[in-house]
């Protein structure tokens, strides 16, 4: 039996027999965990009102040597207050950290068939987190029965409160309508009255009603769709695609884009700067 979609205007289709064979993942379903953070952030940096968000989806953390170049040396992630990765293992997450200079937390979403090692999102920032959790998304992929989350952190930015988001829905091992469903919780989990919100992350939109369909959901709940512009992220096959994204709310954007240069991961990193009243 064979699962086909539309990707970017290109057919893809994937054989359901080979999902068979596969082996089935071990899902981290407690809300509370496992948990992983760490503290170091070599001070907190002057804030000038400009808040940059980088999203960066790292193939299975396995070039970090070449991520950690990238984060350090490209002049346009240099100043970062922000970074949502995805696709990371504890080992990663916290050498990144560390040789940045970020305070962080992470959550696996499971243990990834792969490598057998863990598999999920992080928060990382030089200022202090004073809150986070795990929002568990629905479904489970045809392939491994692998649940996918969301990471979350409050950051204490000179007394004003960001909560942030990292994200990862399925691939193309599940349908379009549940991928979109899992953003749809995800957004119906973020509380309302929060001012100052921003989600990052890779939604795996490699069709175009669900990349419209995730575009209007976040407009819909009052979001700005900062990386609109900034053109595909991954390809799949020959077919370059908008997969990685970033959202605001309660922010004024002043800029956006992708790391071109970029090969640490199959994804490139995205970008953008936000403007924010200090006073709200």
Not at 54 to 77: K, M, Q, R, W
Not at 184 to 205: A, W
Request: glycine share 8%.
């Amino acid at each position: 039996m064979t699962k086909t979609w539309l990707v970017g205007g290109a057919i893809v289709s994937m054989s359901l027999f080979a999902a068979s064979a596969c082996t089935n993942v071990q899902n981290y379903l407690d809300p509370a965990g496992p948990r992983f953070s760490g503290h170091f952030s070599r001070g907190i940096p002057e804030n000038d009102g400009i808040f940059k968000a980088v999203s960066y989806n790292i193939e299975h953390s396995e070039d970090l040597a070449g991520a950690i170049a990238e984060l350090s040396t490209v002049v346009e992630l240099q100043g970062t207050d922000l970074l949502m990765l995805q696709e990371m293992d504890e080992v990663g997450v916290d050498s990144i950290a560390r040789i940045v200079g970020f305070n962080y937390v992470y959550y696996p979403a499971n243990i990834h068939s792969t490598n057998n090692r863990n598999f999920g999102n992080a928060i990382l920032t030089p200022y202090e987190i004073v809150d986070d959790g795990k929002v568990l998304l629905p479904h489970e992929d045809i392939k491994r029965e692998q649940r996918r989350i969301a990471v979350y952190a409050t950051i204490d930015v000179d007394g004003t409160f960001i909560r942030a988001y990292s994200v990862h829905t399925e691939n193309l091992w599940m349908s379009p309508n549940h991928r979109f469903q899992q953003a749809d919780s995800l957004v119906k989990s973020i509380p309302k009255g929060l001012t100052h919100v921003i989600v990052g992350g890779d939604f795996n939109t490699a069709d175009p009603l669900t990349l419209a369909a995730t575009g209007k959901l976040f407009s819909d709940n009052g979001f700005v769709w900062n990386t609109r512009e900034v053109g595909s992220t991954v390809t799949i096959g020959p077919v370059g695609v908008i997969s990685d994204f970033i959202f605001s709310r309660g922010f004024r954007q002043l800029g956006a884009g992708r790391i071109e240069e970029a090969t640490a991961s199959d994804h490139l990193p995205v970008w953008t700067d936000l403007e924010f009243n200090m006073e709200r």
